[in-house]
Each structure stands twice: as structure tokens, then as C-alpha cells.
Nanobody, 115 residues
Framework: QVQLVESGGGLVQPGGSLRLSCAVS????????VGWYRQAPGKERELVAR?????NTTYTDFVKGRFAVSTDDRNLYLQMNSLKSEDTAVYYC???????????WGRGTQVTVSS
């Protein structure tokens, strides 16, 4: 069974940085597409970044140059720099891409960017 558990969210000032972690079990990174979504209050969940099993990562325009995805054997990370108030959202990690979305999700971690 695939399980994902996010951590690392919190309150940060505009311009600051956070690193989110997602502990993944039940699937091998080498053969899975993984990534991050986010959902802001009153908005739909939106894709932040997706990393294919070939290691190639795609980012949506609003995070390009500021966010970076990395992995190790058991974890998926999202390094977030130059944070803006509009980055405030619950961030979810996902695994196993199918039908245009991830098949497995974590419960999310809250990121709040505010002075």
C-alpha cells in the first residue's frame, strides 16, 4: 500500500524559505512519477511540480525559479524560496501518475506566508 506523509509546513515571512518533506512508502521512486500540488482557501487544487521516473521535473509557471523538487530513496522534497503571500496553501505530495492526476496523496501540510 502506498503511503505519503508530508511535514515541514509552517508560518514564514514574505521572501523567506521553507523545505517540505514527504515520506513515501509502498512504491519505488525509480518507477513512479511523484510531485506536489497545493490548494489555497476557496480555490481548486493546482499542480506545483511533477517529477517523472526519468528524473525530469516540470514546474508550473508561478513557481519556476523559486521552487525545486528533489528526492532520496524514501523522501520527496520541495524547497521553496522567495515565498510570496499567494503561496499560502495546503501542500500535498502525490505519487503514481495516472489519468492526469496522482493516484495516491498525503494529508497535506499548511504553508502560510505572512508578515
Amino acid at each position: 500500500q502506498v503511503q505519503l506523509v508530508e511535514s515541514g509546513g509552517g508560518l514564514v515571512q514574505p521572501g523567506g524559505s521553507l523545505r517540505l518533506s514527504c515520506a513515501v512508502s509502498g512504491t519505488n521512486f525509480r518507477y513512479s512519477t511523484v510531485g506536489w500540488y497545493r490548494q489555497a482557501p476557496g480555490k481548486e487544487r493546482e499542480l506545483v511540480a511533477r517529477r517523472g521516473f526519468d528524473g525530469n521535473t516540470t514546474y508550473t509557471d508561478f513557481v519556476k525559479g523559486r521552487f525545486a523538487v528533489s528526492t532520496d530513496d524514501r523522501n520527496l522534497y520541495l524547497q521553496m524560496n522567495s515565498l510570496k503571500s499567494e503561496d499560502t496553501a495546503v501542500y500535498y505530495c502525490g505519487a503514481v501518475w495516472s489519468g492526469g492526476t496522482f493516484s495516491y496523496w498525503g494529508r497535506g501540510t499548511q504553508v502560510t506566508v505572512s508578515s
